[in-house]
C-alpha cells in the first residue's frame, strides 16, 4: 500500500510541525476522493490512538480530545495528499504518527481503515 507520511522531526515543547501523506493511485483500487483520511499515533510501550480523520470531501472532521485545538487536519484532493498541522507541540505528542485510508467513510475506530502508511517520528523535548 503506497501511502507515504513525511514531515516527522524532534522538535521543542511549543514548536510545530506539519506532517503530509501523499497517497499513490497505482495501489488504490479507486480514486483517492472515496477515501475518508485519518492520522494515528503510537508511542512506544502503548497502543495505537486515534489522532485525527477528515471526510472524503473535506466537510467534516473530528480530533481526538488530547490534540483538540492544537491539530488541523487538512486533505488535497487533487494532489493525493493528507497533511496534519501540529501546533503547541507537547512531550506526550511523541510517538509514530501513521496515515491511513478508510474507503467511503472516516472514522477515530483504526479497524474501519484500510491502508496505512509506514509511519514518521515526532519527538517533543521539555
Known amino acids: 500500500v503506497q501511502l507515504q507520511a513525511s514531515g516527522g522531526g524532534s522538535v521543542q515543547a511549543g514548536g510545530s510541525l506539519r506532517l503530509s501523506c501523499a497517497a499513490s493511485?497505482?495501489?488504490?483500487?479507486?480514486?483517492?476522493?472515496?477515501?475518508?483520511m485519518g492520522w494515528f499515533r503510537q508511542a512506544p510501550g502503548k497502543e495505537r490512538e486515534f489522532v485525527a480523520a477528515i471526510s472524503r470531501d473535506s466537510a467534516n472532521t473530528m480530533y481526538a480530545d488530547s490534540v483538540k485545538g492544537r491539530f488541523t487536519i487538512a486533505r488535497d484532493n487533487e494532489q493525493n495528499t493528507v497533511a496534519l498541522e501540529m501546533n503547541s507541540l507537547k512531550p506526550e505528542d511523541t510517538a509514530n504518527y501513521y496515515c491511513?485510508?478508510?474507503?467511503?467513510?472516516?472514522?477515530?475506530?483504526?479497524?474501519?481503515?484500510?491502508?496505512w502508511g509506514q509511519g514518521t517520528q515526532v519527538t517533543v523535548s521539555s
Open positions: 493511485g497505482r495501489a488504490f483500487s479507486n480514486p483517492f476522493n472515496m477515501y475518508g
Open positions: 491511513a485510508a478508510a474507503l467511503l467513510t472516516y472514522s477515530s475506530s483504526p479497524t474501519s481503515y484500510d491502508h
